[in-house]
């Protein structure tokens, strides 16, 4: 009798867990691909019998007379594009070279910095929103994509830099003792030693900044007015003003959910080691 | 000749880590200072001021007084009540859901790759796209919830779920856990991974039933991993804005107004920024004690490696 209730338990379980963790997604897809007039009757029909693009189009295409602006929408993919593309770069660069000093060349405060690393991801935003505006403001940098670049590069870095300094601390030093015997300087190894063996901790933190960057969403709301705003903005935007035009707001959230679901599905290995490399050791 | 020299000196003393450290970590540390720390300093500096945008003739240096005052604000109160029940409530259902789920995850089952893996989704979701698509969910009129339980009889007419306090305070609750509790599977997930099974195996051999393994073995194993966890999430919790901006808007009645929403309103859009910094200083103590532990367990472990 056990033997037999366990498994199906067990089925039931995952069962639960897969829809409790699909369904809501799968719903927001479904609508995003469904005619409004489908989703409107009542009992609800959940699977529709005939789908459509035209709200994906409508995003991308003036139909004439269609509250979303197209050419907001195109803007602010753009803007989110190339304000986590750079971020990324940034702090690729900085943060590699950040934690290879801390994790290996010990100088002083270097354990000092790894503590604060981990403090100033704490820090709450809306604590430092309120003087950033101030700032920025006095900087000419508000509502520009330069802005939003360096204010999301520091917010990510102390990350990249925390997860970076575990990936180095745990490649063995002898290399590159072999290397320094050689007469390759500090930068030398890092560049010809070390890096090579980093790919995978590189990957980790390049999707990390990447996914951190593209869906932040309170300094972009606060920062940004029209031409720097980007998609997250832009979908908050929707779905407070435009009351009615849920199907559309679907479309851009399936859209926006694209490039960090795929990507962290894809590498999925890297982002759960990332995850646990904090508290699990 | 000599211009090799002072070349090659030049090159050791930028070799000597002490020096290279510095220098490799100074453009991070300086981004870091300028986006961080400045603004966290200039914040404090700001709460003890008043500086009303709309009236700048009264710009002065007050002390505390913005504090004394957010301790008689009725609507500051309610939005920090409204936000330790947010995150205390989110962190409960995050762990005992968490758990649950690892527990299952760890078990040998087909797909069981697969299953593991959709846990990322939640987590990598951009925190806006899930605000809006629960609020689609939870809509009055067409929303899939009310669909749902219609279909299941459980009610009979289709509600408003977000004008009733209890229940838009429930549901965004729900939305919350939805994305935050793979988090916690993954850690804990990791965490069961590290039990050797040996352990298991001896306590069948001594009659434990499976109820009482998990209570004696993996519980107090994955305890430490599970405090990380709820420390985080609870820190969280108190960061939570778009979700409730954009569900709730933090109504109905203030019920859901957590106090970044009151930060906002206040600083933004009544233009009071020296009391807007005040009430997120003043929230942020609360979050101290958490973080603190977190920080202290977080040192043990760098000091080890």
Known sequence: MRRTLKPLFLYLAVAGIVIWTIAPYLWLIISSLSWKIDLLTVPLRWIPTRLTLENYYSLFFDRGGESVNVQLFIHSLGNSSVIALFTTTICLILGVLAAYAIARLRFKGSNFLVLGMMAIQLVPPIILVVPLYVIMRQMDLLDKRIGLILVNTSIVLPLVIWLMRGYFASIPTDLEDAARIDGCTHLGALMRVILPLSGPGLVSVMIFAFIASWNEYLYAFIFTNVDAKTLPVLIGEFSTKLGLEYLRIAAAGVLASLPPVLLALAFQRFIIRGLTAGAVK | ?305
């Open chain 2, 1 to 305: 000749m000599n211009t090799s020299t002072t070349k090659s000196r030049f090159q050791l003393a930028f070799d000597n880590p002490r020096i290279l450290g510095l220098a490799l970590s100074a453009p991070a540390m300086l981004a870091i200072l300028s986006v961080v720390l400045i603004p966290l300093v200039n914040s404090l500096w700001l709460s003890l001021q008043q500086r009303d945008l709309s009236r700048p003739q009264e710009n002065a240096f007050i002390g505390l007084k913005n504090y004394v005052d957010l301790l008689g604000d009725p609507r500051y109160l309610n939005s920090l009540q409204a936000t330790i029940k947010f995150s205390s409530f989110s962190v409960l259902l995050e762990i005992l859901l968490g758990v649950a789920i690892a527990v299952v995850l760890n078990q040998n089952f087909r797909g069981r790759g697969f299953v593991r893996g959709l846990m990322i989704l939640p987590w990598a979701m951009p925190s806006i796209v899930n605000a809006a698509m629960w609020k689609w969910i939870y809509n009055a009129d067409y929303g899939a919830l009310n669909a749902l339980l219609t279909q299941l009889h459980v009610i009979e007419n289709y509600q408003v779920w977000l004008a009733n306090p209890q229940s838009a305070t429930i549901l965004v609750i729900l939305a919350n856990v939805w994305k935050e509790t793979p988090f916690t599977v993954i850690l804990v997930l990791a965490a069961l991974q590290t039990i050797p099974d040996d352990l298991y195996e001896a306590s069948r051999v001594d009659g434990a039933t499976e109820w009482q393994s998990f209570l004696h073995i993996t519980l107090p194993l994955i305890l430490p991993v599970l405090m990380i966890a709820a420390l985080l999430q609870f820190i969280w919790g108190f960061q939570t804005f778009e979700l409730v901006y954009i569900v709730t808007g933090g109504g109905p009645f203030s019920t859901t107004e957590l106090t970044t929403l009151r930060v906002y309103a206040t600083t933004f859009r009544s233009l009071r920024f020296g009391y807007g910094a005040a009430m997120a200083y003043l929230t942020s103590l609360i979050v101290l004690i958490p973080a603190i532990v977190y920080i202290r367990s977080a040192y043990r472990k760098v000091v080890e490696l």
